[in-house]
């Protein structure tokens, strides 16, 4: 059995940096290291985390003058950011630049007179905090409303960094037929587009694939629907124990990618866990690892 890691599977550039702050904030903190909500959509990196020292609240008003609080990289909306300047507390600002960057290019279609909308799921939280940098935003997600806006005069369009490219493409081409001056930012990261394209071409090579990620993570979850739709053996899973040994009846290739909130260490957990399935294999790192 042959088992191929797509290069890109795992912790994006800006889920890397996060993290990697949020590690060094428990370590520098005066007092308590906190986070606002999860750090990243993977339980049990969140527990490592945990394990280290790092707090996780959901509700603001739980917050102590003296406290760091890290800001995921999803980013926040300025009323969030304000909050937190007038608790008193460290802030440790770990967004995305990327993200940053659809914050900028929201207000600066606003400034310029342009209704904004944001194309992606209205309860993530980066799609929250693009929402909080603009007054009267638009969030979409489907086709289906895109489908039933109106005739518009002006529109100025972004879009969450994880978005699917596809959706992306076919909202955009409604929203020309629908919209006198249309001006449209794609602001899909490219480590996602990357991941995205990989995934397509991967599960179309191999006889089952394995989609690893927490079940929470939009953009894993992307990556699976992708998946599945040219290769009906694709499996989203969250960690080795998941794994049904009759997954891999008559299989003699095996594709694993995984999303940008994932750990290496999980991988890894995965891979070693199909060799030992399949036993005599040898674990050769990222591209193609060859069973006997
Ligand atoms: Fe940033 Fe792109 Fe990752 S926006 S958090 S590098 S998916």
Redesign the pocket.
């Known amino acids: 059995m042959k088992i191929k890691v797509a290069k890109s599977a795992g912790f994006?550039?800006?889920?890397k940096r996060?993290v990697n702050m949020a590690v060094d904030s428990v370590k520098k903190a005066g007092g308590r290291a906190l986070c606002l909500g999860e750090l990243i959509h993977n339980k049990r990196e969140i527990e490592r985390l945990k394990n280290l020292g790092m707090v996780f609240i959901e509700d603001m008003n739980d917050l102590r003058k003296g406290d760091t609080v890290v800001i995921r990289?999803?980013g926040v909306s300025p009323k969030v950011l304000e909050f937190l300047k007038r608790k008193g507390v460290e802030i440790v600002d770990a967004t995305?630049?990327?993200?940053k960057d659809v914050h900028e290019k929201a207000i600066k279609l606003e400034e310029e007179g342009y209704p904004v909308l944001i194309l992606g799921n209205a309860r993530h939280p980066e799609v929250i905090g693009i929402a909080g940098h603009v007054k009267n935003p638009m969030i979409i997600g489907s086709l289906e409303e895109i489908k039933k806006l109106p005739l518009m005069k002006k529109l100025g369009v972004v879009c969450q960094?994880?978005l699917n490219l596809s959706f992306f493409k076919e909202a955009v081409s409604i929203l020309s037929l629908k919209v006198k001056d249309l001006k449209v930012y794609n602001t899909i990261?490219?480590?996602?587009s990357v991941r995205q394209k990989e995934t397509l071409k991967l599960a179309k090579e191999v006889d089952v694939m394995f989609v690893i990620g927490g079940k929470n993570s939009s953009?894993t979850t992307k990556l699976y629907q992708i998946a599945k739709e040219v290769n009906p053996r694709t499996y989203h899973i969250e960690s080795k124990d998941e794994i049904e040994p009759d997954w891999l009846e008559n299989s003699e290739t095996v594709g694993i990618t995984a999303g940008?909130s994932t750990p290496q260490w999980v991988i890894e957990e995965v891979v070693n866990h199909l060799l030992h399935l399949k036993k005599g294999g040898v674990l050769s790192g990222r591209g193609v690892c060859q069973t006997t």
């Open positions: 994006c550039w800006g889920v996060a990289s999803h995305c630049p990327f993200v960094t994880t990261c490219s480590a996602t953009n940008a």
